[in-house]
């Protein structure tokens, strides 16, 4: 941003280009065009999308993607990732059913439990990746699969379901007068709080900084594992409330709970534009593809399309999420190479 | 700044979208109750709209009880026949299925489950969304489901597979061990507990389990569990592996292996999947019901529910095309049959 004072203020006012083209060479706006296309097509086309069911099942569908991605975004921008998440949603699943199996009565304590159990095992990886300065792709696939050994020591073959029908039917309970599931303001006031984090605090900042170049970052005075040993936390802690979510919307903890859920986490936050070498993306694309990616794979199996082509479908669309950006970014410099005055500024700002 | 601006710009239409979604109104679909009690002299509507929901898709098993039972039957009675489900024999996935379903407004749900209660709350909305619910190979709990399928009893598999074993293995018995499909499948679970029970009694007093392994109905999974069995257990002598896709896999495994013949195999298989492990010596015999009758039966039993003709009480009865007349057990049980012993001498005369 120093080179702005560099060009005169008027000038570059005059040469930018006006906000719809901004818009439309934005990843998140192509996002958010495409998810409304595709809501708009399909409910034309397929019988029962856009149903108040349709809603209902959807949103109950993404809400623990969502919950998950949301630290993921802050994870991934740093450069690094956590492929462990939905082994901490099963582990976090199966201890919470243990414990109730056991005689914990008080949902709340079993919730506040959980909650601490996913930081402890986001710590551990956080301990790794920053103290002992791991790779975190190495280890977060090891966790992988201790977290999910460890669900099974936990729980074996059983699965722990007779919990108070006031709890599964809580965790699925509508919004008074609506049929959309109350749990989604849960996630709509975490999706704030994280973005606060990222869009309008000098932490938020850094993140970025330190997805571009963690050296520089350190030497600007950014505590770099400090940040990414807490967001190891958090990450943890939201996947655990997953499992809380999960256990009680399926009625069932199971060792196997969730099991491959973190590719479907990593797939929308990459659809979501965020660059998987971090630096780059933001939480507003990354809401837009659960949301997109859950709407298309609703309306597809609605349209009774085989499993095996939906995966198909989702094979393609990570692909993509992967080139699309990059096509989107060096379509924009092309662009701008045209108009040679701003071109020093825009190169530096995107 | 103008960065910012696409920011705020992205949000606010995310935000419509929300708003939109959110401003949806309350279902008004509620369930047709069929009234107090069944009429057994009715008739089977015709148009219904009859979904078979497998474990998992793709499965030989489930294709011959669907396509080939299922199917035949919603045809004779007139009806809309399908079949839909997960690629992966997962509960979630299949909850996103039965959700599917009853927005599709489907009359009969026919679902073999994954797991007992993680089913129960998309069919119990199903359920009030008009649809019958019958479970087929694998059991619901009761509240959750009109009424079951039952392939055969318990104990009618748990007997005759250690008869199976027994006889296979010898009269001086040994090792055996169990290769099962998922840990959570509450039909093999049932049926390994009363097998059990079954070891207990002393004409198997020379047998000894020594292993229950899970191949999760993967074919690659359960072909390396069962080689896994045999480098543990050097004196293994028997593998009882009641499921079609894991007697599949070890039966591959142990006739291309030095252990071809020493280490007897049965299970619940499909004729046309243990034909040539049955024709080169690999296994003896093994058992299985039909699964085309099975999902014949589920038709039928969906339809008569739909249709008003039982309504899943204890003592009421219907007729299920050209198997005749079954009445319904306790908890809405219909029963099939006894299971079917397949070996060398009556094999060809089956093709599924």
Redesign the interface.
């Given at each position: 941003m120093a080179t702005d004072t560099l060009v005169d203020p008027a000038r570059t006012a005059e040469a930018?280009p006006p906000?719809w083209r901004?818009?439309l060479g934005?990843w998140?706006?192509i996002l958010?065009l495409a998810?409304?296309v595709v809501?708009l097509v399909a409910s034309a086309t397929i019988?029962?999308v856009g149903?108040?069911?349709?809603?209902?099942?959807l949103?109950?569908?993404a809400i623990p993607i969502a919950l998950i991605a949301l630290p993921m975004t802050l994870v991934i921008i740093t450069g690094e990732i956590d492929l462990s998440v939905a082994s901490t949603v099963g582990l976090t699943c199966s201890v919470l059913g243990q414990l109730w199996y056991l005689g914990v009565t008080s949902l709340p304590v079993l919730i506040v439990l959980s909650l601490l159990l996913g930081a402890m095992l986001g710590a551990v990886n956080g301990v790794f990746i920053t103290v002992f300065g791991l790779p975190s792709l190495a280890v977060t696939i090891g966790t992988l699969a201790l977290y999910r050994g460890l669900a099974y020591v936990v729980l074996?073959?059983?699965?722990i379901?007779d919990y108070p029908q006031a709890w599964?039917q809580n965790a699925?309970a509508p919004?008074p007068?609506?049929?959309?599931p109350w749990f989604v303001l849960v996630l709509a006031a975490l999706a704030v709080v994280f973005g606060v984090l990222l869009?309008a605090t000098p932490i938020g900042r850094s993140l970025y900084a330190i997805g571009n170049n963690a050296d520089a970052s350190t030497f600007a005075g950014v505590s770099v594992l400090r940040t990414k040993f807490w967001l190891f936390v958090a990450t943890g802690a939201m996947a655990a409330l997953a499992g809380v979510f999960?256990t009680f919307?399926?009625?069932?903890a199971?060792?196997?709970?969730?099991?491959g859920l973190e590719l479907a986490v990593v797939a929308a936050v990459l659809l979501g534009g965020v660059s998987i070498f971090g630096g780059r993306g933001?939480l507003?694309?990354v809401?837009?593809a659960v949301?997109l990616l859950g709407v298309l794979?609703?309306s597809l199996?609605?349209a009774?399309v085989?499993?095996?082509a939906?995966?198909i479908v989702t094979g393609t669309l990570l692909i993509l999420s992967v080139v699309g950006p990059n096509v989107v970014r060096m379509t924009r410099d092309r662009l701008r190479r045209r108009r040679p005055l701003t071109t020093a500024l825009e190169r530096t700002?995107? | 700044m103008t960065i910012r601006r696409t920011r705020v710009v992205a949000t606010a239409v995310l935000a419509a979208v929300a708003l939109t979604l959110g401003a949806c109104a309350e279902d008004t679909g509620t369930g047709t109750d069929a009234g107090s009690g069944g009429n057994p002299s009715g008739t089977i509507k015709e148009g219904l709209k009859v979904t078979f929901l497998p474990k998992q898709v793709n499965n030989p098993y489930f294709d011959t009880s669907d396509n080939q039972g299922g199917k035949p039957a919603v045809e004779e009675f007139k009806g809309q026949y399908a079949q839909t489900g997960p690629s992966e024999a997962s509960p979630s996935a299949q909850v996103s299925y039965i959700n599917t379903l009853s927005q599709q407004g489907t009359d009969v749900i026919i679902i073999a489950a994954n797991d007992q209660d993680a089913v129960c709350g998309s069919l119990t909305e199903a359920k009030a969304a008009g649809a019958k619910v019958v479970t087929y190979d694998s059991d619901t709990k009761p509240e959750c489901r009109d009424a079951f399928v039952n392939q055969a009893t318990s104990e009618g598999i748990a007997q005759s597979q250690l008869k199976l074993i027994s006889d296979a293995v010898g009269p001086e018995g040994g090792e055996i061990a169990i290769l099962s499909a998922t840990a959570n499948a509450t039909n093999q679970n049932a049926w390994i507990e009363l097998m059990k029970t079954e070891l207990a009694k002393p004409e198997y007093s020379k047998l000894k389990l020594v292993a229950t392994v899970y191949g999760d109905d993967q074919d690659e999974k359960s072909f390396q569990e069962a080689q896994g069995l045999l480098s543990k257990y050097p004196n293994l002598k028997g593998i009882i592996s009641p499921t079609t896709v894991g007697v599949a896999a070890a039966a591959r495994y142990l006739s291309g292996s030095s252990y071809k013949g020493k280490v007897q195999l049965t299970g619940l298989g499909t004729p046309n999947q243990m034909r040539e492990y049955v024709k080169d010596g690999t296994v003896k015999a093994f058992a299985l019901w039909n699964p085309a009758d099975l999902g014949y039966l589920a038709a039928y039993t969906g339809a008569a529910l739909a249709s008003g003709i039982i309504t899943g009480k204890e003592g009421e009865k219907f007729t299920a095309g050209k198997l005749g007349e079954f009445t319904l057990g306790a908890n809405g049980e219909v029963l099939l049959g006894d299971p079917f012993e397949f070996n060398a001498s009556n094999i060809d005369q089956f093709n599924f």
């Amino acid at each position: 941003m120093a080179t702005d004072t560099l060009v005169d203020p008027a000038r570059t006012a005059e040469a930018a280009p006006p906000a719809w083209r901004r818009l439309l060479g934005s990843w998140d706006a192509i996002l958010i065009l495409a998810l409304l296309v595709v809501v708009l097509v399909a409910s034309a086309t397929i019988e029962g999308v856009g149903s108040p069911r349709f809603y209902r099942f959807l949103v109950l569908e993404a809400i623990p993607i969502a919950l998950i991605a949301l630290p993921m975004t802050l994870v991934i921008i740093t450069g690094e990732i956590d492929l462990s998440v939905a082994s901490t949603v099963g582990l976090t699943c199966s201890v919470l059913g243990q414990l109730w199996y056991l005689g914990v009565t008080s949902l709340p304590v079993l919730i506040v439990l959980s909650l601490l159990l996913g930081a402890m095992l986001g710590a551990v990886n956080g301990v790794f990746i920053t103290v002992f300065g791991l790779p975190s792709l190495a280890v977060t696939i090891g966790t992988l699969a201790l977290y999910r050994g460890l669900a099974y020591v936990v729980l074996g073959d059983r699965a722990i379901a007779d919990y108070p029908q006031a709890w599964t039917q809580n965790a699925v309970a509508p919004i008074p007068g609506t049929v959309i599931p109350w749990f989604v303001l849960v996630l709509a006031a975490l999706a704030v709080v994280f973005g606060v984090l990222l869009y309008a605090t000098p932490i938020g900042r850094s993140l970025y900084a330190i997805g571009n170049n963690a050296d520089a970052s350190t030497f600007a005075g950014v505590s770099v594992l400090r940040t990414k040993f807490w967001l190891f936390v958090a990450t943890g802690a939201m996947a655990a409330l997953a499992g809380v979510f999960w256990t009680f919307r399926f009625a069932s903890a199971r060792a196997d709970n969730a099991t491959g859920l973190e590719l479907a986490v990593v797939a929308a936050v990459l659809l979501g534009g965020v660059s998987i070498f971090g630096g780059r993306g933001g939480l507003v694309g990354v809401l837009a593809a659960v949301a997109l990616l859950g709407v298309l794979r609703n309306s597809l199996q609605l349209a009774d399309v085989p499993a095996n082509a939906l995966t198909i479908v989702t094979g393609t669309l990570l692909i993509l999420s992967v080139v699309g950006p990059n096509v989107v970014r060096m379509t924009r410099d092309r662009l701008r190479r045209r108009r040679p005055l701003t071109t020093a500024l825009e190169r530096t700002s995107s | 700044m103008t960065i910012r601006r696409t920011r705020v710009v992205a949000t606010a239409v995310l935000a419509a979208v929300a708003l939109t979604l959110g401003a949806c109104a309350e279902d008004t679909g509620t369930g047709t109750d069929a009234g107090s009690g069944g009429n057994p002299s009715g008739t089977i509507k015709e148009g219904l709209k009859v979904t078979f929901l497998p474990k998992q898709v793709n499965n030989p098993y489930f294709d011959t009880s669907d396509n080939q039972g299922g199917k035949p039957a919603v045809e004779e009675f007139k009806g809309q026949y399908a079949q839909t489900g997960p690629s992966e024999a997962s509960p979630s996935a299949q909850v996103s299925y039965i959700n599917t379903l009853s927005q599709q407004g489907t009359d009969v749900i026919i679902i073999a489950a994954n797991d007992q209660d993680a089913v129960c709350g998309s069919l119990t909305e199903a359920k009030a969304a008009g649809a019958k619910v019958v479970t087929y190979d694998s059991d619901t709990k009761p509240e959750c489901r009109d009424a079951f399928v039952n392939q055969a009893t318990s104990e009618g598999i748990a007997q005759s597979q250690l008869k199976l074993i027994s006889d296979a293995v010898g009269p001086e018995g040994g090792e055996i061990a169990i290769l099962s499909a998922t840990a959570n499948a509450t039909n093999q679970n049932a049926w390994i507990e009363l097998m059990k029970t079954e070891l207990a009694k002393p004409e198997y007093s020379k047998l000894k389990l020594v292993a229950t392994v899970y191949g999760d109905d993967q074919d690659e999974k359960s072909f390396q569990e069962a080689q896994g069995l045999l480098s543990k257990y050097p004196n293994l002598k028997g593998i009882i592996s009641p499921t079609t896709v894991g007697v599949a896999a070890a039966a591959r495994y142990l006739s291309g292996s030095s252990y071809k013949g020493k280490v007897q195999l049965t299970g619940l298989g499909t004729p046309n999947q243990m034909r040539e492990y049955v024709k080169d010596g690999t296994v003896k015999a093994f058992a299985l019901w039909n699964p085309a009758d099975l999902g014949y039966l589920a038709a039928y039993t969906g339809a008569a529910l739909a249709s008003g003709i039982i309504t899943g009480k204890e003592g009421e009865k219907f007729t299920a095309g050209k198997l005749g007349e079954f009445t319904l057990g306790a908890n809405g049980e219909v029963l099939l049959g006894d299971p079917f012993e397949f070996n060398a001498s009556n094999i060809d005369q089956f093709n599924f």
